[in-house]
């Protein structure tokens, strides 16, 4: 096996972490929304640019707007978590929390930014917790995007070999819904490998 | 004594069977995949326990739930999962299982399970 492959093994326990990650998640969102969101199967893959740029394509409708929220992490593991949400999504969010009906763009941005924090936070915080280790998080930063640009950012573009992490958050009574991605990329995809490696020895112990 | 793992992801299987076979060693499993083939392995089998997770393809431990307790309602049905929201456990509680676990299941969780139903 090549050092960056994975094998169903791999695949299958980053799934599972993933899912227990989220699930931490959806319930502290849910706190803050004081309502019940559903929980989608993460989708794992290793992939290249253009396995990327498919997947977006295939998942998100290119025909609106979205806010992106990138967050960079780094440790034993790092890569950068990153936050989709449609223009309504972000609108209602921010209508929801703020508890008025046309909420300024800022007061949106803020609640985009608070909840991308949350998410992040307790995703990968999870996860690394679940693999041993802990990594530190950057500043995040969020910008209005097309939906024709969004595998246009200069960030994405600069990831060749990529393990997608995706899934989605839907809290379908307020009308707020998210896509999730997890990218990380060359030596932090081995160190990655060997992390869940250390968790296989344990399982099978 | 008879029980169901049912779980997508085989590690999480494996990782609960492991913890059970600290207590109950000799304990018959059935593993199944997704709801569906749950459902089909506790019409044939009867387990006494059934650990279920809830987020799984094909069909979920809703579902399965569901199901299994129209086919037994005194089914013993662990539901074994990530979602911790306080709404998913007052549902799951609802359509009649026993308890709900948060994920992933370890040692200390898995006796006090075994001594609400089993011991």
Known sequence: MQASEFSDDHLDILKELMNIAMGNAT???A???QAFGTMHIPYISVSDLNGLKSFIEE??????QYYVTKQLFGGMFGGEFIFVMTDESAV????YLYDISKPERADILDAVVELTNILSATIVSRLTEELNTKVQFFVPSTELVEGNNLIGLAEILDYHKIIIVSTQMVFQTQNISGYIFILTKGEMIERLRHLIDQKLE???A | MKVLVVDDSKL???SLIKTLKEYEPSAEIFEAENGAIGVEFFKAEHPRVVFLDLTMPVMDGY???????EIDPK???VVVSADIQTQAQARVLSLGAKLMVPKPINSEKMLAVLQQLVF
């Open chain 1, 59 to 64: 998942t998100i409708p290119n025909d609106r």
């Open chain 1, 27 to 29: 319930a502290s969102i």
């Open chain 2, 75 to 77: 089914a013993q049905v």
């Open chain 2, 63 to 69: 579902e399965a739930l569901k199901l299994m307790i």
């Open chain 2, 12 to 14: 999480a299987r494996l």
């Open chain 1, 202 to 204: 344990e399982l099978y």
């Open chain 1, 92 to 95: 209602n969010l921010g209508n």
């Open chain 1, 31 to 33: 706190d803050l929304l």
